[in-house]
């Protein structure tokens, strides 16, 4: 199968204000050339630490961000250079649910208004939008008497419904969900992550999943990509990566999770990693990781470690990869 | 003795939408040297409890009835200045955000001197050898540099080690962490937890663990609580709630949380939305939620059972019911 979206070393620099004049420009590597290829009809989890750049790196695919370097593959077509129609006609197939309900929903327009909105920028109907924004409602589980609503008038998980609404309504084809059950409680999570599921075999989605939540990502993706520090660390699997992580990162972010059943807690080894996160402005030398890595030799602080498969579909950047 | 004993705790908002019970007759004892773990959704009253046990309740807020025992003395009756000789020095808490719970404009050496002094009358030398040792104990590097460092030098996770640091630099007889790991990052999440288990055997104080996290609670209590609207759904050991829960809350949350360790199928999520606290449902607050809901249950309110040792369930059949959550999804 051809890949729906083919990212090649795709990397987002964002420039660093200048503390004296004739410092030379710094840049934060957000993302650092990332290899990436997505299949139609899967769900791909983007998992890492706040300031990986798994964010930065969703909305370079969508060209919300102007990529620095590398290519955008789409259906075949290099988007990342387009501009003006041929972009806009892209963002019909390729659009965006964001993580807090309560800020990305304009709280003057009403529920119709924010599910019609780009329905009307995309050239459609009254009529045909009136039966769209319906027919929407009811699949995200709605009652479309409530259209005329306001968002503050809806709860914290309904209002991710509009939000998914809003976004479904074009019928793309791609659609990045930057956390999108982070912001709400235990007990709803479990409704919207069940809802993206159902419209995914409705509408024949793809998703692009980034969460930091590594339970939610085991539950709903297909394969799973880990980065750390603006790069892809590893890829595989979902099966693969939770049963047989490779990369140390991996290894101690699964090992750090807690579980909800207190036995197999009791018995769990974690595994504590030093330190925080390094600054992006100023990446460590060799592997990015190697400051924290409990298995640092000496070539991880020189040599770069490449992504490289090691068996079909799982691929890690690691030179002493655990688990093989 | 247990060092904190609450009886019948009912702290209300007189809002003008109306009466907020936030906390309704919640009851229970901590042990010292002791993990307890309180979980519930957001609105469910758990931190509104712990502000209670400080008496640091906002406006228009206030302790309507009940007792809390620290330490054999009912604080409830206690004045201001009693209560400041108790906080932050016998009971001491740390917040969610460690952005926001330190003051940007003092040095952290300053504000652990400051949190001393406060309450021990020892020389500034004396206290800020205390904070640097005290540093030391919560895994800052260079504590004799760091002291000399403004909190936005510091990252979110070390500065929520100097949130630790500076509640336990009295020695207290209670932590009360409100949930302390939310705002960190997993891999951060683990050192700070497990900072806490350490420190938990060094200085034998007793904690009061407030998170939505059954995960933490898992791996941290000794003792759990499930909070929802305001009231305590079920109270037991950190297995009794686990593996033989008498509520039908307790269960469908566990049942409803995507697993690390288990593959499903579907989710099964709990209908519906928690319950605005203003206008409660008759009867048993979950039941227009619960699936097992009869029509008892929209009639009666339910009272906290004793269904074993040291175990209690709100639930009109607590007796008949027996669920094991921490498995879920394990064997089929």
């Known amino acids: ?324 | 003795m247990a060092i904190l004993k609450v009886e019948n705790l009912k702290t209300h908002f007189f809002t003008e939408e109306g009466l907020v019970k936030a906390v309704d007759g919640v009851s229970f004892e901590l042990e010292r040297g002791k993990v307890l773990g309180i979980v519930g959704e957001s609105g469910s009253g758990k931190s509104v409890m712990s502000l209670s046990i400080m008496k640091l309740i906002p406006y228009p807020g206030r302790i309507v009835e009940g007792k809390i025992y620290f330490d054999g003395k009912d604080i409830t009756q206690a004045n201001e200045s009693e209560m400041q000789s108790i906080r932050g020095n016998r009971i001491s808490m740390v917040f969610q955000d460690p952005m926001t719970s330190l003051n940007p404009v003092f040095k952290i050496g300053f504000q652990l001197v400051e949190a001393v002094r406060v309450h021990k009358k020892v020389s500034k030398k004396e206290a800020l050898d205390m904070a640097v040792k005290i540093l030391k104990e919560v895994g800052i590097p260079d504590a004799e540099e760091a002291i000399n460092r403004y909190p936005h030098e510091f990252s979110g996770g070390m500065r929520q080690r100097v949130m630790i640091a500076m509640a336990l630099i009295n020695d207290p007889d209670i932590l009360i962490a409100d949930e302390p790991t939310t705002a960190l990052d997993v891999t951060v999440q683990a050192q700070i937890l497990d900072l806490m288990n350490r420190l938990k055997e060094e200085f034998n104080s007793s904690i009061i663990l407030i998170t939505h996290d059954l995960g933490v609670v898992a791996e941290m209590s000794d003792e759990v609580i499930v909070m929802y609207a305001g009231r305590i759904f079920e109270r037991g050991s950190v297995e009794d709630i686990f593996y033989k829960s008498r509520n039908p809350y307790t269960y469908s949350l566990m049942r409803s949380l995507p697993r690390l360790d288990v593959d499903q199928k579907r989710l099964q999520p709990i209908k519906g939305n928690p319950p605005s606290l203003i206008r409660l449902p008759q009867g048993c607050p979950f039941h227009p939620r619960c699936e097992l809901a009869k029509d008892i249950c929209k009639k009666k309110v339910p009272e906290l059972l004793k269904v074993g040792t040291n175990h209690y369930s709100y639930c009109h059949f607590a007796a008949e019911l027996e669920f094991n959550g921490g498995k879920v999804g394990t064997h089929s």
Do not use: W
Not at chain 1, 9 to 23: S, T
Not at chain 1, 128 to 150: A, C, Q, T, W
Not at chain 1, 158 to 173: D, E, F, H, V
Not at chain 1, 199 to 226: C, E, M, N, P
């Open chain 1, 1 to 324: 199968m051809e890949p729906i979206l083919k990212v090649k070393n795709l990397k987002k620099y964002f420039p660093v204000k200048k503390k004296k004049l004739f410092e030379r420009r710094k840049y934060l590597k957000a993302v650092d050339g990332v290899d990436l290829e997505v299949y139609p009809g899967e769900t791909i989890g983007l998992v890492g630490e706040s300031g990986c750049g798994k964010t930065t790196l969703g909305r370079t695919i969508l060209k919300l961000y102007q990529p620095t370097e590398g290519s955008i593959i789409f259906d075949g077509k290099d988007i990342a250079k387009i501009r003006g129609k041929v972009l806009k006609d892209f963002r019909r197939q390729a659009q965006i649910i964001f993580q807090d309900p309560y800020a990305s929903l304009n709280p003057r327009m009403k529920v119709k208004q924010i599910i019609e909105e780009p329905l009307i920028v995309h050239g459609y109907s009254r009529d045909e939008r009136e039966k769209i924004v319906d027919e929407i409602m009811e699949s995200v589980g709605l009652n479309p008497e409530h259209k005329f609503r306001y968002p503050h008038e809806f709860s914290g998980g309904q209002r991710q419904r509009i939000s998914i609404g809003r976004t479904i309504a074009l019928r793309p084809k791609l659609i990045v969900c930057d956390e999108p059950v982070s912001a709400l409680d235990v007990s709803i999570q479990a409704q919207i992550i069940n809802l993206l599921e159902e419209l995914q075999d409705t509408y024949k989605l793809t998703y692009i999943f980034i969460s930091h939540d590594l339970s939610v990502v085991r539950h709903i993706s297909d394969r799973v990509a880990v980065m750390y520090l603006g790069r892809i660390v590893e890829i595989a699997d979902k099966k693969e990566i939770y049963e047989k992580p490779h990369h140390p990162y991996t290894v101690a972010l699964l090992s750090a999770i807690p579980i909800p059943d207190p036995e197999k807690e009791r018995n769990r080894k974690r595994i504590i990693l030093k330190g925080d996160l390094p600054s992006p402005i100023n990446p460590p030398s060799g592997c990015r990781f190697h400051t924290r890595c409990y298995k640092a030799k000496e070539r991880c602080a020189k040599e770069e470690p490449k992504l490289v498969e090691v068996s079909s579909g799982h691929s890690v950047a690691c030179f002493y990869p655990e688990n093989t």
